[in-house]
């Protein structure tokens, strides 16, 4: 029987909606917070490094490496030819990414062997002391280069976009390009493996998706799955960077754990992290553009041409991603999205926050921009115009419809508060009077569709204790990298038996704890495993509930959990009493919650159903100036305003937001990735890679949260998800910076890329003064 609806009423909530700090904070700022490289090293802990090609594309003829097996320190060396089981990274172990290359070489930084040594060092020096013999050829770095696609052409189509585009009043077309960004998480890629006395094998990786990566360990060494164990406690920052990526380090140090019998670690170098893992896909994106007068849309269509590297790796779920934003907040009459997934000679392309949404929406945002500086109107007006709204005006190009828009409400709150039109005036003004610095500005909205579109991955496990001296042991398939989930969680366990925080025990993720768990991705991990663990909660407080009733003769409606106690009847008891009771009784005190994502639905070979469960809102208005001089560029206003529904955790939501908005802010105005023609990768360190700074955020910089009656569909405590829907925000940022471009004559349509690095706002800059626009 399932268990009972136990949510807790609004009014008794006292966990629940408070602003508690992360549960690791005090860790965090001390330092005694471990990640993986802190974990105590078993004695006799051994380590590895990678070794790499010289080349992006070509063969390996012949590989000598005598000399690093005879390198100082070298315990062992191991290619693809030692590796007992399969030889694949792939997600969905399809074959086209090898864990150690075999002759064949696709990018500059595939690994082709590996060093275990007794120092990290060693490892490390040993590597550069192989001697290849290559054939090379010339890599495909760029889309614009490739001809091979990793998947077949996709689209979604609505209506007959080329009929509507051919009866539109006006009409344009235009091309631009959407950088690709680094996720420069703070602790990179690492894993340490430990084997056990029967074959078996135990890894801490720093993962977002732990039973992926117990899933290619065992297919690496031939194992099944239940002899593979994956934990991990936190990671510091991933971003989608250790969804599927992370799977690679893990396996080879398990390989190596095998093949010497010791406990291996390994960790890479900031460098060779940079340089041998993926990054978010860029685009190049071409468009033609039916409207009418007043700058509503009668036909979109749009072609994505993205790179994804030399293997598929997640390119199906993110480009489709793509596809499902590239709407973002407006109504496409008439519509084709197509996409193209180009393979190149670079690393494959992979997960980042957002999950190939922002792309979407950018190209959403550029095309308002167009259609309001040939029309000669307000940027926002245009945006306004074509909000989704009522019937006939809410679906959306994948056919499903909007029935939670809050859009409208939301911008016309942002607008009043800010102060929208009258600084607009008031920026119109200075710009008139000032020649080498200009200043912008932009409101853009956000919609994001909240749910894995993969629909196997909508489900959740999670198991909870209750002990007998009333506390409670809590564990789940989602994984820590700073956002707070676990927090979250644990708060929802906490409300539930009314209990304060310290009474619940937040533990590590383990594969043998909850089984074939989701990744910790898509902004789910709240939604998922908070409703897992509630399930899990129920089914517990059903068995006391009948303990209860049978035992003092109290009906369920009439006993409740609060203050670290149990209210039934005219008694009451600690929980720890309850339990102990409800112990020498033999009533179950432990349960695994399990929660599946209600309503959902996703064909993608016919592209219908409906893929999210809900959609979260938000909107950002940012001011800037740029000096036409330089090309360099200050943000100096920004105010959000954010959905997050009836939010679980206030403090966090915000911290969540304003981390997102600063992380697509670098994305889309400093963080520029660059190949050289022999396909190396020449950003590879903070010396040459620039994400945003303290000195990059401006002073005023506010953060709200939209006030609502909550999540429409039945979510936990009808919050909303704010990991990746934030990111998007700063699109007002870039949006402001092409603002302030056009501002430098009547009928100057900015021609502006992302990122808008100084040589792309000078480059738009000299575009808009030759009148080339």
Request: hydrophobic share 40%; aromatic share 8%; with cysteine.
């Amino acid at each position: 029987m399932p268990p009972s609806e136990t949510l807790i009423p609004e009014a008794e909530l006292q966990v629940v909606r408070k602003s508690l700090p992360h549960d690791s904070a005090p860790r965090h700022v001390t330092g005694s917070a471990a990640y993986i490289d802190d974990i105590r090293e078993p004695q006799g802990t051994l380590h590895i490094a990678p070794g790499y090609a010289p080349i992006a594309s070509g063969r390996i003829t012949a590989l000598d490496l005598s000399a690093v097996r005879a390198a100082p320190g070298v315990v062992a060396v191991m290619t693809a030819e030692d590796i007992p089981g399969a030889n694949d990274i792939s997600p969905k172990l399809v074959g086209d990414d090898p864990a150690l290359a075999v002759g064949e070489i696709r990018f500059h930084g595939q690994v082709v062997f590996i060093v275990i040594a007794e120092t990290r060092d060693l490892a490390r020096r040993a590597t550069r002391k192989a001697k290849y013999t290559t054939e090379a050829a010339v890599p495909v770095i760029d889309v614009s280069e490739a001809s091979e696609l990793v998947l077949p052409e996709y689209a979604f189509v609505q209506g007959d976009p080329d009929a509507a585009l051919e009866a539109a009043p006006v009409s344009f077309s235009d091309t631009f390009r959407i950088g690709g960004q680094e996720h420069f998480y703070l602790e990179g890629q690492i894993a340490m493996a430990v084997p056990g006395e029967a074959g078996e094998m135990f890894v801490y990786s720093s993962t977002q998706h732990p039973s992926e990566v117990q899933h290619l360990v065992a297919h690496a060494l031939h194992l099944p799955s239940s002899a593979v164990t994956v934990e991990i406690r936190r990671m510091g920052g991933a971003f989608g960077g250790k969804e599927s990526q992370a799977s690679q380090w893990a396996v080879l140090a398990a390989l190596a754990a095998w093949k010497t019998g010791a406990p291996c670690k390994m960790r890479l170098d900031r460098d060779d992290d940079m340089m041998m893992t993926g990054k978010r896909h860029d685009f190049r994106v071409g468009y033609r553009v039916g409207h009418d007068e007043a700058g509503v849309l009668q036909s979109v269509d749009v072609t994505f041409d993205a790179r994804c590297g030399h293997s598929e790796d997640l390119s199906m779920g993110v480009v489709d991603r793509t596809m499902f934003h590239a709407d973002n907040s407006y109504f496409y009459p008439q519509t084709r999205i197509l996409t193209r997934r180009y393979r190149t000679n670079t690393c494959s392309n992979t997960a980042f926050r957002g999950f190939g949404g922002p792309q979407g929406m950018v190209f959403a945002e550029r095309m308002m921009d167009q259609i309001a500086y040939r029309l000669g109107m307000d940027p926002l007006d245009v945006r306004k115009a074509n909000f989704y709204a009522g019937r006939g005006r809410d679906l959306t190009p994948y056919g499903q419809q909007v029935s939670d828009n809050l859009l409208h409400e939301l911008v016309a709150e942002l607008e009043a508060d800010c102060d929208y039109r009258a600084r607009r005036a008031e920026i119109a003004a200075w710009n008139a009077e000032s020649r080498i610095l200009k200043r912008g500005l932009a409101l853009t909205p956000v919609k994001f569709g909240i749910s894995f579109t993969l629909m196997p991955l909508n489900q959740a496990g999670a198991l909870v204790h209750l002990y007998r001296d009333g506390s409670l042991h809590l564990n789940h398939g989602g994984t820590e990298m700073g956002q707070g989930l676990f927090l979250k969680v644990a708060q929802v366990v906490a409300e539930e038996f009314g209990v304060d925080m310290g009474k619940v025990a937040i533990t590590a993720t383990r594969t043998d704890k909850v089984p074939n768990t989701s990744p910790t991705a898509a902004s789910s991990g709240t939604d998922l495993n908070a409703m897992a663990a509630l399930a899990a909660c129920g089914e517990i407080k059903d068995r006391l509930f009948a303990f209860i009733e049978q035992k003092w003769r109290v009906r369920r409606d009439q006993v409740r959990f609060r203050d670290n106690r149990v209210f039934f009847g005219n008694q009451s008891l600690s929980l720890a009493e309850l339990a102990s009771a409800a112990y020498a009784e033999r009533i179950q005190l432990s349960s695994a919650g399990y929660y599946r994502t209600p309503i959902i639905a996703w064909n993608r070979d016919k592209a219908e159903g409906r893929p999210f469960l809900y959609y979260a809102y938000g909107a950002s208005c940012s001011e800037v100036t740029i000096d036409t001089m330089t090309g360099e560029m200050k943000v100096d206003r920004v105010d959000v305003l954010h959905d997050v529904g009836k939010s679980l955790n206030p403090a966090i939501d915000i911290g969540q937001i304003e981390g997102g908005f600063v992380q697509g802010m670098g994305w889309l105005t400093t963080e520029e990735l660059v190949w050289d023609k022999q396909g190396r990768l020449r950003t590879h360190a903070p010396s040459t890679y620039k994400i945003p700074t303290a000195s990059d955020i401006p002073e005023h910089f506010v953060v709200k949260l939209f006030q609502s009656e909550g999540a429409r569909e039945k979510t936990i405590y009808r919050s909303k998800a704010v990991g990746e829907p934030p990111l998007m925000l700063p699109i007002s940022v870039w949006c402001a910076v092409a603002n302030a471009i056009a501002s430098l004559g009547p009928g100057v349509v900015p021609d502006l890329d992302a990122p808008a690095t100084p040589e792309a706002i000078m480059k738009a800059v000299r575009g808009a003064r030759s009148g080339g626009n």
